[in-house]
């Protein structure tokens, strides 16, 4: 057991309420007002009543017809019905709908303790993006984002991750003995986290282009990765970020640039496009925060007209946090087991799909160049 695990809730009941301190610190998304629990798996905004199921908070709008099945199914005590509008609501109609069938499996896999997030993934349909999902922990791109927090963030303060996906972030950040909350428009995403990931995080479901409801400073430091690109009004989305981040501190990770060659849709922005929005104090080549990551040198930080010609960039907004102990994010825990990276076989890395080794592997030879241990050197090895 770590003092993490000592310290933080057991993860919640399907109809547990969030507790007492999350809870204060969450707003209703119409009228702004603190939301009030209204019975198991339920929350009220003024007269608007919200579901809550696996202490998420569903508070996604312009879906009133769906949030009126789930609370309506609540309300009658069909909390698996419930469970599976919540879960089959997708980003948005372009992603093909999930198979009601292949949904029921899923969840009664997770709640019997017979999944893996791989099997969840492909009963909800999620192609390519459970590919990024499974493999993100060894992905170039998560080093980068370690790095930013480790060089940019207070340790041990809470980290707001907007667009969280399934949760990789909180789980490092929790790690740290931070207080992590993740929120992603797509309820099954944050479902997956609590499930898989992170959890004992904060987690609530709600559209990046509306208010974000959560109290001014509710947190140490915000972060977006991977994710600031997507969001179809950037200038709402980082004022809210910066009232919601204690003086103002955001750091936007993996931002993709309008004017190079990126693998992901999207809708980026230009260097200097971003430069005026955002007005960073300082601005990285993401790839260079991963290198740093590998190297344990700091990264060197760059004018935003020095860095057009990157892939990605990852701005920094705010005040310097205090120095920091180095690793402190990128670095293994000491004491902790270690395990063979999956990707490894006897004969080398095997890579998911074409398409995974073009957008990861090129360009980063430290991946193609990886090699097992060989059998039993990682179970007898340990961090120091």
């Known amino acids: 057991m770590t003092s993490l695990d000592a310290v933080r809730p057991p993860r919640p009941a399907r109809l547990d309420p969030p507790d007492e301190e999350f809870l204060a610190r969450l707003r209703g998304p119409v009228t702004g007002a603190p939301l009030e629990p209204a019975g198991p798996g339920l929350l009220r905004d003024g007269d608007t009543l919200w579901p809550c199921l696996d202490g998420i908070p569903y508070l996604r709008l312009a879906r009133e017809e769906l949030r009126d099945e789930a609370v309506a199914a609540i309300r009658r005590g069909d909390t698996d019905h419930a469970l599976a509008v919540l879960i089959a609501d997708r980003k948005d109609a372009s992603v093909p709908p999930v198979d009601p069938a292949a949904l029921r499996t899923a969840v009664a896999a997770v709640e019997s303790g017979a999944a893996t997030a791989a099997m969840v993934m492909d009963h909800l349909s999620y192609g390519g993006l459970g590919t990024y999902f499974l493999h993100r922990w060894c992905l170039p791109t998560l080093l980068s984002g370690q790095a930013l927090l480790e060089a940019h963030a207070p340790p041990g303060g809470t980290l707001f991750e907007v667009g969280c996906g399934a949760g990789h972030f909180l789980r490092t950040w929790e790690a740290g003995s ?80 309008a004017e190079a060659p990126n693998y992901a849709p999207g809708a980026p922005l230009t260097v200097p496009e971003y430069a005026a929005l955002l007005r960073p104090r300082l601005a990285y080549d993401d790839a260079a925060l991963t290198r740093a990551a590998l190297t344990g040198a700091a990264a060197e930080a760059a004018a935003p007209d020095a860095l057009r010609a990157a892939s990605a960039l990852a701005f920094v907004h705010g005040p310097a946090a205090a120095p920091s102990p180095p690793g402190w994010l990128t670095a293994p825990r000491a004491g902790r087991p270690l395990r063979v990276n999956p990707l490894l076989t006897p004969g080398g890395p095997v890579w998911p799909t074409a398409q995974f080794a073009r957008e990861f592997v090129e360009g980063w030879p430290y991946l193609g160049a990886l090699a097992h241990p060989g059998p039993g050197a990682a179970g007898a090895a340990r961090t120091r």
């Open 178 to 257: 931070g207080r992590a909350i993740g929120s992603d428009l797509v309820f099954s995403h944050l479902w997956l986290a609590r499930h898989f990931t992170a959890p004992r995080a904060w987690l609530v479901c709600f559209d990046a282009a509306g208010p974000f409801p959560l109290a001014d400073g509710t947190a140490d430091v915000c972060l977006t990765h991977d994710s600031f690109h997507y969001f179809p009004d950037k200038p709402h989305a980082f004022r809210e970020l910066r009232r919601i981040a204690r003086h103002e501190r955001v750091l936007l990770g993996h931002t993709h640039n």
